[in-house]
């Protein structure tokens, strides 16, 4: 009997799931649709003012922002799609309904005056929330909540990048290190392919520009690509490795119980306001002009993903609001095309890979990374994306821009870590106990 009725049941549980991710998705769509459309608004609203007169308005956004946090919701700090792995992992999935619209708001004090960050945090933040409040709206239990959890986080990403596969692969693969859930690929992608669906209804449009070159893959170009992953990889350890001291920095500040929470955004955005008068506007906000320049083939400057990098650091790293994943974007673009100059390579190809790659390591996302170089740029490169993106995962080593994330994989034997909790939780593995000498 349980032979016969085994289909019947499976079929019922894949039937409930593709519901169940098909409306979550569709509500966040909605949801971030119009919060992203507030977003370049606000953006195009503060892009006019003169650059000296970011020296106040850029504080005054960081004193909104920390004010917003501190007093709104604390989880809206950071990134956001960290704040979400740690509800997943140690909540149930279960997220406090004002982080939503605190997390909104607090992402455009901080990116419209020019803040570093990016808008997908706050979108799979908002999204995870909206799910959240759904499991309560009909008293899902811990694990259904957890799961619906995850299909909005994978919403939130296909929303703003307009990758419903690689969104709902992405929303899945942040939440360990060497583990998926495989559970979760269609639900996940019912509410991904949803919400790309109603944004795309509802207006939003996405566009990254592209190449029709392709390579030739021999030796020669199969030792550069590894090159530019390791670079990749080096470059998402620094920026996890700066911003996680400058969060230090402001941990350790906070505890002396001296200084006002609020003020930590807000003397970030006089740092971000002195080096826009040093460097430019270029990697302050979005840098969607820096991206777009590096992904049509045109030569960037040799440091500018070592600028980017330091901006998202002070941005993120001291207490400001936005995403993540944008940047890593901008960076592994920028530095690709670099280096794709120094190998002799075309400029364009190189700022793509070095997106993949840069994003794979900060995420610790290789196979989400992959598919999304494949959904945006196409298939041509595939090869390529592969080539890069496992020597950046594997050269970041135990480190993400998602320190809640689960340790499920050892990269390598030389450098133990305890798998089963979150990263930073992580210790070496402590000796074996030593055995007792046997009595004669």
Same mark, same amino acid.
């Given at each position: 009997?349980?032979?016969?009725? +085994? &289909?019947?049941?499976? !079929?019922?549980?894949? $039937?409930?799931?593709?519901?169940?991710?098909?409306? *979550?998705?569709?509500?966040?769509? $909605?949801?971030? *649709?119009?919060?992203?459309?507030?977003?370049?608004? @606000? =953006?195009?609203? %503060?892009?006019? $003012?003169?650059?000296?007169?970011?020296?106040?308005?850029? &504080?005054? #956004?960081?004193?909104? *922002? #920390?004010i917003l946090i501190h007093y709104g919701a604390p989880d809206a700090a950071g990134h956001g799609t960290e704040a979400v792995i740690r509800a997943v992992h140690r909540q149930s999935g279960r997220i406090n309904w004002k982080v939503a619209p605190v997390k909104a708001i607090a992402t455009l004090t901080t990116i419209a005056p020019g803040g570093s960050a990016g808008k997908e945090g706050p979108s799979a933040q908002i999204g995870a929330a909206v799910a959240s409040a759904l499991a309560d709206l009909f008293r899902f239990s811990a694990e259904q909540r957890k799961r619906i959890v995850i299909c909005g986080i994978g919403a939130g990403f296909a929303a703003v990048f307009g990758t419903p596969v690689a969104g709902a692969i992405l929303g899945i693969e942040v939440l360990s290190i060497g583990d998926m859930w495989y559970d979760m690929l269609l639900p996940s992608f019912a509410s991904a392919i949803m919400s790309y669906q109603v944004s795309q209804w509802l207006g939003l449009t996405w566009?990254?520009? !592209? *190449?029709? +070159?392709?390579?030739?893959?021999?030796? @020669?170009?199969?030792? /550069?690509? =590894?090159? =530019?992953?390791?670079?990749?990889?080096? %470059? %998402?350890?620094?920026?996890?490795?700066?911003? #996680? /001291?400058?969060?230090?920095?402001?941990? /350790?500040?906070?505890?002396?119980?001296?200084?006002? &929470?609020?003020?930590?955004?807000? =003397?970030?955005?006089?740092?971000?306001?002195?080096?826009?008068?040093?460097? !430019?506007? @270029?990697? %302050?906000?979005? @840098?969607? !002009?820096l991206l777009d320049q590096a992904l049509r083939g045109h030569a960037v400057a040799a440091p500018a993903f070592l600028w980017k990098l330091v901006f998202v650091s002070i941005t993120l790293g001291f207490g400001m609001s936005g995403g993540i994943i944008t940047p890593l974007f901008v960076i592994g673009a920028t530095l690709g095309s670099t280096l794709a100059g120094i190998f002799g390579l075309p400029l364009a190809i190189g700022a793509e890979l070095g997106m993949v790659a840069v994003t794979a390591a900060g995420a610790n996302a290789p196979i989400a990374a992959i598919i999304m170089g494949m959904e945006l740029f196409g298939t041509r490169l595939a090869p390529g994306f592969l080539t890069v993106a496992i020597p950046a995962f594997i050269m970041i080593g135990n480190h993400s821009v998602y320190p809640s994330q689960q340790v499920r994989l050892q990269k390598s034997p030389w450098i133990p870590i305890r798998t089963g909790v979150a990263l930073e939780d992580s210790e070496e593995e402590p000796p074996p106990p030593k055995q007792a000498q046997k009595l004669s």
């Amino acid at each position: 009997m349980r032979r016969i009725l +085994e &289909p019947i049941m499976m !079929g019922r549980q894949l $039937v409930l799931w593709i519901i169940l991710g098909s409306v *979550t998705g569709s509500l966040v769509g $909605v949801v971030v *649709t119009y919060f992203l459309k507030l977003l370049f608004w @606000s =953006i195009h609203l %503060a892009h006019p $003012v003169a650059v000296p007169l970011l020296l106040i308005l850029l &504080p005054l #956004g960081g004193l909104v *922002t #920390g004010i917003l946090i501190h007093y709104g919701a604390p989880d809206a700090a950071g990134h956001g799609t960290e704040a979400v792995i740690r509800a997943v992992h140690r909540q149930s999935g279960r997220i406090n309904w004002k982080v939503a619209p605190v997390k909104a708001i607090a992402t455009l004090t901080t990116i419209a005056p020019g803040g570093s960050a990016g808008k997908e945090g706050p979108s799979a933040q908002i999204g995870a929330a909206v799910a959240s409040a759904l499991a309560d709206l009909f008293r899902f239990s811990a694990e259904q909540r957890k799961r619906i959890v995850i299909c909005g986080i994978g919403a939130g990403f296909a929303a703003v990048f307009g990758t419903p596969v690689a969104g709902a692969i992405l929303g899945i693969e942040v939440l360990s290190i060497g583990d998926m859930w495989y559970d979760m690929l269609l639900p996940s992608f019912a509410s991904a392919i949803m919400s790309y669906q109603v944004s795309q209804w509802l207006g939003l449009t996405w566009y990254y520009p !592209g *190449t029709q +070159e392709r390579l030739n893959f021999g030796l @020669s170009v199969f030792g /550069r690509l =590894i090159l =530019i992953g390791i670079a990749a990889g080096l %470059a %998402a350890y620094l920026l996890v490795l700066l911003m #996680g /001291r400058l969060h230090h920095l402001m941990n /350790r500040l906070k505890a002396d119980r001296h200084w006002w &929470p609020p003020l930590f955004p807000a =003397i970030a955005g006089m740092a971000l306001a002195i080096l826009i008068l040093l460097v !430019g506007r @270029s990697y %302050a906000g979005l @840098s969607l !002009g820096l991206l777009d320049q590096a992904l049509r083939g045109h030569a960037v400057a040799a440091p500018a993903f070592l600028w980017k990098l330091v901006f998202v650091s002070i941005t993120l790293g001291f207490g400001m609001s936005g995403g993540i994943i944008t940047p890593l974007f901008v960076i592994g673009a920028t530095l690709g095309s670099t280096l794709a100059g120094i190998f002799g390579l075309p400029l364009a190809i190189g700022a793509e890979l070095g997106m993949v790659a840069v994003t794979a390591a900060g995420a610790n996302a290789p196979i989400a990374a992959i598919i999304m170089g494949m959904e945006l740029f196409g298939t041509r490169l595939a090869p390529g994306f592969l080539t890069v993106a496992i020597p950046a995962f594997i050269m970041i080593g135990n480190h993400s821009v998602y320190p809640s994330q689960q340790v499920r994989l050892q990269k390598s034997p030389w450098i133990p870590i305890r798998t089963g909790v979150a990263l930073e939780d992580s210790e070496e593995e402590p000796p074996p106990p030593k055995q007792a000498q046997k009595l004669s």
